[in-house]
Nanobody, 122 residues
Framework: QVQLVESGGGQVQPGGSLRVSCTASGRRDSMGWFRQAPGSEREFVAAISPIDGTTNYAGSVKGRFTISIDNAKNTLYLQMNNLKPEDTSIYYC??????????????????WGKGTLVTVSS
């Protein structure tokens, strides 16, 4: 069983930066971030392999967001730069017991965090 706890959400102005974190307990072979805006479906943002560091990003965030992991601290990060109003969402940490970040990217998630709200507004 894996427990995921997100932190670091908040409000930021367009063009600003924010970093969200996720502390994990238990084994996880793939980790990532999803987001869900009001009235929209949950969508994939980024994924990373804790084993070899391979990453995958959604096209809408590539070049602006960076996913990273500190295995010693069991903590996943998402650094978000040049934020846009359309990035406003609840951001969810996700983990999979499958060592394939593309499965997780496609929604094959075994564990979810409760989410942290990111609001981009002036």
């Amino acid at each position: 069983q894996v427990q995921l706890v997100e932190s670091g959400g908040g409000q930021v102005q367009p063009g600003g930066s924010l970093r969200v974190s996720c502390t994990a307990s238990g084994r996880r072979d793939s980790m990532g971030w999803f987001r869900q805006a009001p009235g929209s479906e949950r969508e994939f943002v980024a994924a990373i392999s804790p084993i070899d560091g391979t990453t995958n990003y959604a096209g809408s965030v590539k070049g602006r967001f960076t996913i990273s992991i500190d295995n010693a601290k069991n903590t996943l990060y998402l650094q978000m730069n040049n934020l846009k109003p359309e990035d406003t969402s609840i951001y969810y940490c996700a983990a999979s017991e499958t060592n394939n970040i593309y499965y997780l990217s496609g929604g094959a998630v075994d564990y979810w965090g409760k989410g942290t709200l990111v609001t981009v507004s002036s």
